[in-house]
């Protein structure tokens, strides 16, 4: 079991920055691809970005890339998501994520879930 908890959300205007942090604990998180997702008021959980163990990064098209940057410290056991030049629209629950070996973009296929933090982006 992976257990994972969230960190640094908050309430932040538009053009700001916050820096989410996700620990976890019960297994080390080398061999986990880890996932950020956020799910927005009446709809669905969606993909933000993911670090596969070996550090390769893929993000959400167009909507977060240059703007949000992912990264792993695995001595840690922690992973980030630096969020810059943050809008209304970026403004959901965020969700780490973790998958056994293979990084995984799709909700329904993820291992192991946060409990989530609140990202509020005011206008």
């Known amino acids: 079991q992976v257990q994972l908890v969230e960190s640094g959300g908050g309430l932040v205007q538009a053009g700001g920055s916050l820096r989410l942090s996700c620990a976890a604990s019960?297994?080390?998180?080398?061999?986990?691809?880890m996932g950020w997702f956020r799910q927005a008021p009446g709809k669905e959980r969606e993909f933000v970005a993911g670090?596969?163990?070996?550090?390769?990064?893929?993000y959400q098209s167009d909507s977060v890339k240059g703007r949000f940057t992912i990264s792993r410290d695995n001595a840690k056991n922690t992973v980030y998501l630096q969020m810059n030049s943050l809008k209304p629209e970026d403004t959901a629950v965020y969700y780490c994520?973790?998958?056994?070996?293979?990084?995984?973009?799709?909700?329904?296929?993820?291992?192991?879930w946060g409990q989530g933090t609140q990202v509020t982006v005011s206008s």
């Open positions: 994520a973790a998958n056994f070996l293979t990084l995984a973009i799709a909700a329904t296929s993820i291992d192991y």
């Open positions: 670090i596969r163990s070996n550090g390769g990064t893929i």
């Open positions: 019960g297994r080390t998180i080398v061999n986990y691809a």
